[in-house]
């Protein structure tokens, strides 16, 4: 997960290079599929980036969303989830989420840490 938001921050990156060249979203996504496969943004998030930096923003990163914030994500938690690995190196998230109580997307940002 850490690393899908490296990349997504390179290619936000490329995406203000080329549009400033006055390169189309198309070939801008086109060009991004050349360099990260399967990684790449899909061609409406190209567009949508692009769109904001016409409007005259410059910030490639995302906008703070509003939401809940992730509660799992303790010290307590982080502990019992090395202990967990380390016992069993094997185990599945599956097993995980059950053992700790947690949600798929919590136990990804806990591993991504």
């Known amino acids: 997960m850490a690393f899908d938001m490296e ?3 390179k290619e936000r990156c490329v995406i203000e290079s080329l549009h400033a060249e ?3 979203p198309n070939d801008i996504h086109r060009r991004l ?3 990260y496969r399967d990684q790449t943004m899909d061609v409406c998030t190209v567009r949508r980036w692009v769109a904001r ?3 005259g923003s ?3 990163k995302d906008k703070p ?3 809940r914030p992730c509660t799992a994500v303790t010290p307590r ?3 019992r989830l090395d202990q967990l690995i380390h016992v069993n190196r094997q185990i599945m998230y599956r097993e995980l989420c059950t053992e700790l109580n947690i ?3 919590a136990l990804e940002t806990m591993v991504a840490m």
């Open 7 to 9: 990349v997504h921050m």
């Open 22 to 24: 006055k390169i189309a």
């Open 33 to 35: 599929l050349n360099v």
């Open 53 to 55: 930096f016409s409007s």
């Open 58 to 60: 410059s910030d490639v």
């Open 65 to 67: 969303c509003s939401g």
């Open 77 to 79: 938690n982080e502990e």
């Open 103 to 105: 949600g798929f997307s």
